[in-house]
């Protein structure tokens, strides 16, 4: 009697959770969700729309083989979009401007999949390394990631981060006048 329970020290981390995610000002860094000066965006629209940024500038250099190569070995087929070469350098950018430094290990990892293997359990499989270094490398002759040489991988660029958050802060503008415009 007295003392204080398990149920009680899980009900104040709760709590305390709570209250930390509606503190004003804080910065959100989760995996789904990227903020941006108090607004909060989604991972698949900022892809969607870096993705057609880097379509439109044309300057992404795009290997030979995108239309025949498989990202995964878990995969039956290869990628049906035009655009999936795009949506990778974009998705690969984004986990780049979340983190600090990332290497085309870290990426085969975030872009595996489950593999499904008949009546035997699935496992995770790693994404295909290949396709993330050709992205990465691409990125890097566009001037959008540079090597870290301190600590290994690549990290964004001044310029690169510049471009992101430009992109970022134009789909907030359009998410809130979307948003405005149904109110």
């Not at 083989?65 to 035009?82: A, C, F, G, R």
């Not at 802060?169 to 415009?181: K, L, N, P, S, Y």
Request: charged share 30%; aromatic share 6%; with cysteine.
């Amino acid at each position: 009697m007295g003392g204080v329970s398990v149920r009680d020290v899980q009900v104040c981390r709760w709590l305390a959770g709570i209250i930390h995610l509606f503190s004003p000002g804080r910065a959100i860094k989760r995996n789904s969700w990227l903020t941006v000066d108090g607004g909060e965006l989604q991972a698949d629209k900022f892809i969607a729309a870096y993705s057609a940024f880097l379509k439109r500038q044309g300057k992404l250099p795009i290997p030979g083989w995108v239309d025949t190569v498989k990202t995964s070995h878990s995969n039956e087929l290869p990628p049906q979009s035009i655009d999936w070469f795009y949506i990778r350098a974009a998705a690969v950018a984004r986990h780049l401007y979340m983190r600090k430094t990332v290497g085309v290990g870290r990426l085969r990892k975030a872009h595996g999949s489950q593999k499904n293997r008949g009546s035997r359990p699935s496992h995770h499989v790693d994404a295909s390394g290949s396709v993330d270094r050709k992205a990465l490398q691409a990125l890097e002759k566009i001037g959008v990631v540079e090597q870290d040489e301190e600590r290994g991988g690549r990290r964004i660029s001044q310029g690169g981060r510049r471009d992101l958050d430009r992109i970022a802060m134009t789909t907030v503008e359009a998410e809130d006048d979307e948003d405005e415009d149904e109110e």
